[in-house]
């Protein structure tokens, strides 16, 4: 008898300690606007559009961007480490209003939500800009 209740005490102790684990799931970043290098692009040059991150995703091992320019869509996938380094890509200015948008199609995360997901998506605010000619 004795056994049986030292047993069933740790058995209690070990469901106990289990239930007071801390869950860790992954959570979507916030984008904010889309930065462009040179800030006023002229004709020709080589710009950079780089996406502001408000707040940081949690748990995200790997990502694939889609980029809008115009409506023309441009792809990154598989992008590791996506917390690691700035959402940039690169174009060449030609005359006009353009319009620039950058989407997180998939944010793949290594723990998953109550709801289960495996992946989501996020997207940052989308740019008008102008660039003039020379």
């Known amino acids: 008898m004795k ?22 799931y992954g959570h979507l ?37 889609k980029w809008t320019l115009d409506g023309k869509t441009f792809e990154q996938t598989g992008v590791l480490d996506p917390l690691e380094k700035d959402i940039q890509f690169g174009f060449r200015a ?17 723990r998953t939500s109550d709801a289960g997901q495996l992946y989501g998506n996020a997207s940052a605010k989308d740019r008008t800009f102008t660039v003039s000619s020379k």
């Open 3 to 24: 056994r049986f209740l030292v047993c069933m005490a740790v058995i209690a102790g070990l469901a106990f300690m289990c239930s007071c684990e801390e869950k860790k």
């Open 94 to 110: 030609t005359a006009g209003t353009h319009t620039i948008g950058c989407r997180a199609v998939k944010l793949y995360f290594s």
């Open 29 to 65: 970043p916030v984008y904010g606007s889309i930065s462009l290098d040179p800030a006023d692009p002229q004709v020709g040059d080589s710009v950079t559009a780089t996406v502001e991150i408000l707040k940081q995703g949690e748990y995200i091992y790997r990502a694939d961007y």
